[in-house]
């Protein structure tokens, strides 16, 4: 397993837990709602930001 291929693994899962989680904090029942919606957002945008390490680039 090459390096490339052992990154790609561990960002699929960073990117898998944070929606996960992002999806737990916007569905829990609570009174902090709108730091749960914030923390949530946050955790989306970051799960994006380092999906961006799937594109290859191949020169």
């Not at 029942?29 to 994006?48: D, Q, V």
């Given at each position: 397993?090459?390096?490339?291929?052992?990154?790609?693994?561990?960002?699929?899962?960073?990117?898998f837990v944070s929606l996960?989680?992002?999806?737990?904090?916007?569905t829990v029942k609570t009174?902090?709602?709108?730091?749960?919606?914030l923390f949530a957002a946050?955790?989306?945008?970051?799960?994006?930001?380092?999906?961006?390490?799937?594109?290859?680039?191949?020169?």
């Amino acid at each position: 397993m090459d390096k490339l291929s052992f990154l790609e693994v561990i960002v699929a899962i960073a990117v898998f837990v944070s929606l996960l989680l992002a999806v737990f904090l916007l569905t829990v029942k609570t009174e902090r709602k709108l730091e749960n919606r914030l923390f949530a957002a946050f955790l989306i945008i970051n799960a994006i930001d380092i999906s961006g390490l799937f594109m290859r680039r191949d020169h």
